[in-house]
T-cell receptor, first 115, second 117 residues
Framework: AQSVAQPEDQVKVAEGNPLTVKCTYS??????LFWYVQYPNRGLQFLLK??????LVKGSYGFEAEFNKSQTSFHLKKPSALVSDSALYFC?????????????FGQGTTLQVKP | GAVVSQHPSRVICKSGTSVKIECRSL??????MFWYRQFPKQSLMLMAT?????????EQGVEKDKFLINHASLTLSTLTVTSAHPEDSSFYIC?????????????FGSGTRLTVV
């Protein structure tokens, strides 16, 4: 069965430092992976996705993610964190690239960026 | 583009009453929409998948008669929480699949905070 895991409930970094939010997945076929960010009492905002092609995916707001098939990981990264990046981050896996498949979400990771 | 508008953003209702949450696609046709429930500081739990013009497919453990989903048009899906109880208090989020080659594949509403008193 497909699954997504975010092993860290919370990540704390200082402003200006690089950040990494971890995500691992399990899928029988080709994975279609997404990162979303959620601010308090708001819906989810799309950051980036991996469908195929380059393993390094660049997304919104300076975020990027690296797809690693051998490690079944899709970690979210940013070279220099901002206080405004503090939010809840979700990794998600789609069951199929038809846009009608369900999204399976990880548990979420709270990112806290301190000034 | 590909915006989903969800209303209301917050609602407080009395126990035993019903509440309707609307999700509208503003600039595209949403053939498939999803309804999620989110508890504080937790992940999104998929409740059901709805396809325009057909009955919703509910996830295991979700009460069909309690959470009524209607997707009568390509731009509107509604979730009605019937005979609401305090344990139904939660954050509900709708999502729509974006047709064709797109940036994100899915777009999300801004969510509805339901409080049952």
């Amino acid at each position: 069965a497909q699954s997504v895991a975010q092993p860290e409930d919370q990540v704390k970094v200082a402003e200006g430092n690089p950040l990494t939010v971890k995500c691992t997945y399990s899928v029988s076929g080709n994975p279609y992976l997404f990162w979303y960010v959620q601010y308090p009492n708001r819906g989810l905002q799309f950051l980036l996705k991996y469908i195929t092609g380059d393993n390094l995916v660049k997304g919104s707001y300076g975020f990027e993610a690296e797809f690693n098939k051998s490690q079944t990981s899709f970690h979210l990264k940013k070279p220099s964190a901002l206080v405004s990046d503090s939010a809840l981050y979700f990794c998600a896996l789609s069951e199929g690239w038809s846009n009608t498949g369900k999204l399976i979400f990880g548990q979420g990771t709270t990112l806290q960026v301190k000034p | 583009g590909a915006v989903v508008s969800q209303h209301p953003s917050r609602v407080i209702c009395k126990s035993g009453t019903s509440v309707k949450i609307e999700c509208r696609s503003l600039d595209f046709q949403a053939t498939t929409m999803f309804w999620y429930r989110q508890f504080p500081k937790q992940s999104l739990m998929l409740m059901a998948t709805s396809n325009e013009g057909s009955k919703a497919t509910y996830e295991q453990g979700v009460e069909k008669d309690k959470f009524l989903i209607n997707h009568a048009s390509l731009t509107l899906s509604t979730l009605t929480v019937t005979s609401a109880h305090p344990e139904d208090s939660s954050f509900y989020i709708c999502s729509a699949s974006i047709p064709g080659p797109s940036t994100g594949g899915y777009t999300f509403g801004s969510g509805t905070r339901l409080t049952v008193v």
